[in-house]
């Protein structure tokens, strides 16, 4: 969700402080204990629906019976017709087969790690297995199934309200970011693995859950590892009576049981079909054109099947889908009368800023006599199930994360992806019938270029909101924290300094008073420090509509057609001073326009991300305003209150400022990176000094979301950050040298007044 984030560097002090006296010993091989749960587990109901289940000694002959009864036990309502014929699909699929086999197992022993293909099942049925042995609506208590994108979350959490005939958001329900789909009633959650992880800071030993889930740990994510570790260290020491179900896609399942103590594994044998492997013979130059190419090829000379297309983000794949539909009306109407005419072409994007009903259209039949193209990022490798692919097109491309500790760039690059994710790409093609994958790279590249596996998350992010949430947590001993790959030391040192410079924590790294209000936001640092900061500076209101702006994606439409006229409507909105204060005006025009749909496309506008913004100010403006920061707002009609509030911001985003060259160009000044405004900057001064969100890393280096700022500025919010010694050499240092300077004659002098003025009275 995060594009990137740029931190400059100064040397740390924390690192050696960080104290030996573990706080997370290594655990006791719990997963071989025997437990008593009879304390933690709901009594065996005598009478209602459930009568005759002994929680955590069910089989799965028991819940079938159940399931296939007249009317719901979870609802006392009687079962629909649809809800019947899932159900007998559900029964088909490789993991009703070994229903007994994972229960057993999991009334055994503590943690299960469970790996099967991509389809067999897990992510659905395997929550509502333990719901059915567990019970835990009878003693209040809840199923968590965690995973790492949002979209999946949302979407199988979905698909299982239906297969258990409930509205969603009663008995299975999901949150995520910025959206708590739940109520009182839910007993089935998904939710993304960073939701668990804020719940388990208001409660450590996350006493709501009978069992927790951790879906897609192939994925690797730092939130996913982060679980991992805290999981395992409440299992062993808090509750021995918490269930721990680990689930991937992929090979890597002995790491995984290694690093649960030995835990007994589940295979869940996919059954899937041959995969037919195709190069190119010759690296393509192009990977967008060649996939289009091929996707239009297999349309046209190919049997009937529908198609996968993997590409990297939003942008290209609505492109690719625009040109596909093009594409495919241009081939029937060109097709000559007596030859066949190939059949309607219906091609579907998949990424994960799709609103949800949109989402769904993956799921649509294929036309009648056509097929479906489904254009996805690697959503669609792993967490999402599409039935009816039989060709994959695979450019060898993922966007993922980078990140660079010495410069502390994050971002996301198109990057070549990993041996194991292309395995993973073509078995999609396999799922039905026998498939075709198209590599569009060559044989020897896939040998040579590619790496076996992509490296975790860990090691190539960020870790400064990771880090605040793991002090929150009560985790003292980052260095000995027991993470499956600890991450590099420069890049935990990196996150504590940042949280330091932020005042979060102390030079010994204990949380401070700012850092705990810190984290009960849900959104980087930087931005819970400009909330914090905002009622001090009179612009609460205004910082919540900016920090909800730039957490949303990008508002600004410009269709590849229609750049001009897209330009000249995101003009009306700029501020002279910036980009953040145009997001400021873009979202007071939305509410005066009435939030109406048809204005927002008639100014390029993206309604639906408007939408969100509103909806993520509501939530952080709930934060702020439980944690007792005031909801206060300037006077607009005074020159001060844009100050106010580029100021609140620089209090936020310090380490991220850039002085002006000649030329156009910027440097940036800690690092001394050289960097030009992004094209799409509001900017209409020459500003010498400033602040922005985002660099991005392409052949040349760009800001984007760009303000003015005041150098002072800079001594008032980090004054030992940006204590002129510590700043490389250079314009902006002497700058800063000069404002120091005079500032501290001014003091000098006024000091001398008042010293007078007091000596004047005591004569
Ligand atoms: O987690 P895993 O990849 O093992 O499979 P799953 O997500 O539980 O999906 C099992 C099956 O449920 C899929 O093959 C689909 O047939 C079906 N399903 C569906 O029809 N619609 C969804 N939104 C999710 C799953
Ligand atoms: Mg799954």
Redesign the pocket.
């Known amino acids: 969700e995060f594009e990137g984030d740029v931190y400059t560097s100064n040397p740390n002090p924390y690192l050696a402080h960080a104290s030996s006296s573990s706080s997370l010993a290594s655990a006791p091989s719990s997963s071989k204990m025997r437990i008593n749960m009879d304390a933690s587990l709901p009594p065996a109901p005598t009478s209602g629906p459930f009568a005759g289940l002994i929680p955590g000694q069910t089989t799965a002959k028991q819940a079938m019976a159940l399931e296939d009864g007249h009317a719901n036990p979870f609802t006392g309502r009687a079962f629909t017709k649809r809800y019947r014929d899932i159900l007998a699909?559900?029964r088909e699929?490789p993991?009703t087969a070994q229903r007994d086999e994972f229960l057993a197992m999991i009334q055994r022993s503590q943690m299960v790690v469970l790996e099967?293909?991509?389809?067999?099942?897990?992510?659905?049925?395997i929550p509502q297995y333990l719901l059915w042995d567990l019970l835990p609506h009878l003693n209040g208590k809840m199923i968590a199934c965690t995973q790492p994108r949002r979209v999946a979350a949302m979407?199988?959490a979905?698909?299982v309200a239906e297969e258990m005939d409930v509205e969603i958001g009663a008995e299975v329900g999901y949150s995520i970011r910025f959206e708590d789909c739940t109520s009182n009633k839910t007993v089935l959650k998904y939710m993304t693995d960073g939701m668990l992880l804020r719940e388990a800071m208001m409660d450590h030993d996350l006493s709501r859950y009978a069992a927790i889930i951790i879906?897609e740990a192939h994925d690797r994510t730092v939130q996913t590892d982060i679980l991992m570790g805290l999981l395992k260290d409440l299992c062993a020491k808090r509750r021995p009576d918490l269930k721990l179900i680990v689930?991937s896609?992929t090979l890597d399942a002995e790491k995984f049981q290694k690093y649960f103590n030995d835990a007994p594994l589940l295979s869940?044998p996919g059954r899937t079909f041959p995969v037919e492997v195709f190069y190119t013979p010759k690296p393509e130059p192009d990977y967008l054109e060649a996939a289009i190419k091929t996707t239009m090829l297999i349309h046209a000379t190919q049997p009937p099947g529908d198609i996968l297309v993997f590409l990297t983000g939003e942008d290209e794949i609505e492109d690719a889908c625009r040109r596909l539909r093009g594409e495919a009306d241009r081939l029937r109407s060109r097709a000559a009368h007596d030859a066949p005419k190939p059949g309607p072409l219906l091609a579907v994007p998949l990424y994960s800023s799709l609103p949800p009903h949109q989402q769904q259209r993956i799921?649509d039949a294929a036309p009648e006599g056509g097929r479906k193209v489904v254009v996805s990022t690697n959503i669609a490798e792993?967490s999402?199930?599409i039935?009816g692919i039989v060709y994959v097109v695979d450019p060898g491309f993922s966007k993922q994360k980078v990140y660079n500790p010495r410069i502390r760039v994050e971002s996301l690059l198109v990057s070549p992806i990993s041996q194991a994710a292309a395995r993973q790409r073509a078995g999609r093609a396999g799922?039905t019938r026998p498939g075709k994958c198209f590599r569009l790279y060559t044989e020897e590249s896939f040998d040579k270029d590619l790496l076996p596996q992509t490296y975790p998350e860990m090691l190539r992010t960020n870790l400064g909101n990771i880090v605040l949430q793991l002090l929150n947590l009560g985790v003292q001993d980052l260095v000995h924290f027991d993470f499956m790959d600890p991450p590099a030391p420069e890049t935990l040192m990196r996150a504590l300094e940042l949280l330091n410079f932020l005042g979060a924590i102390t030079d010994d790294g204990e949380l401070t008073r700012t850092g705990q209000l810190m984290a009960e936001f849900p959104v980087d640092p930087e931005f819970s420090k400009m909330l914090i900061e905002a009622p001090h500076y009179k612009c609460s209101m205004e910082m919540l509509t900016i920090v909800a702006m730039l957490n949303v994606p990008n508002v600004f439409l410009r269709p590849n057609d229609r750049k001009k006229e897209a330009d000249a409507a995101k003009a009306e909105f700029a501020h002279k001073d910036g980009d953040h204060l145009a997001l400021l005006n873009v979202y007071h025009a939305y509410l005066h326009n009435q939030r109406d749909a048809k204005w927002c496309s008639a100014n390029y506008l993206n309604p639906r991300t408007l939408k969100s913004a509103e909806n993520v100010r509501t939530q952080l403006s709930r934060v702020m305003t439980r944690v007792g920061l005031p909801l206060v707002s300037g006077d607009a009609s005074k020159k001060a209150y844009y100050d106010q509030i580029r100021k609140c911001m620089t209090s936020g985003f310090f380490m991220q400022v850039a002085r002006a060259e000649r030329g156009g160009k910027y440097t940036t000044v800690m690092d001394n990176q050289t960097v030009f405004l992004h094209p799409s900057t509001c900017l209409l001064t020459n500003a010498e000094w400033v602040m922005y969100n985002e660099f991005v890393m392409t052949s040349n280096h760009y800001i984007r979301t760009v303000t003015a700022i005041e150098p002072g500025w800079l001594l008032d919010v980090a004054p030992s950050y940006y204590d002129p010694k510590a700043v490389p050499e250079g314009p902006a240092r002497d700058d800063l040298a000069r404002i120091a300077k005079t500032r501290a004659v001014a003091k000098a002098i006024e000091d001398r007044k008042n010293k007078k003025a007091r000596t004047d009275e005591e004569d």
């Open positions: 699909k559900r699929l993991v099967g293909e991509t389809g067999s099942g897990k992510t659905t049925q979407s199988v979905k698909r879906d689930m896609a869940v799921f792993t999402l199930t039935d799922r």
